[in-house]
């Protein structure tokens, strides 16, 4: 089973949200449709700007916790470096 650490935004350099799970495209679609935590809701966030795979989900879960201590500026740098214009990615 693979586990993903993801990004979603609300636009360019919009809101960020950091997020793990085992089910991206259901947890993406989630995100969509308001299902999602009431913060991705109630900022529209629902854009894949990036998103990493991992096989073990102590390490997906460790991933996810330092990204959401790092600076805004550094997770902007970690999204342009695969996704400069910041498409809404597919879902692995």
Same mark, same amino acid.
């Given at each position: 089973m693979t586990y993903y650490v993801y990004i979603l935004a609300s636009r360019?350099? %919009?809101? @960020?949200?950091?997020?793990?799970?085992?089910d991206l495209a259901r947890?993406?679609?989630q995100h969509r449709l308001g299902e999602g935590r009431s913060f991705t809701k109630k900022h529209k966030v %629902?854009? @894949?700007?990036?998103?990493?795979g991992f096989e073990e989900?102590?390490?997906?879960?460790?991933?996810?916790k330092r990204l959401k201590k790092w600076h805004r500026a550094w997770k902007i740098q970690l999204i342009e470096r695969s996704n400069p214009e910041w498409l809404d990615l597919p879902v692995p």
């Open positions: 360019k350099n %919009g809101t @960020l949200y950091v997020g793990v799970t085992n947890r993406v679609e %629902g854009r @894949l700007v990036f998103a990493e989900i102590n390490e997906a879960i460790a991933t996810e």
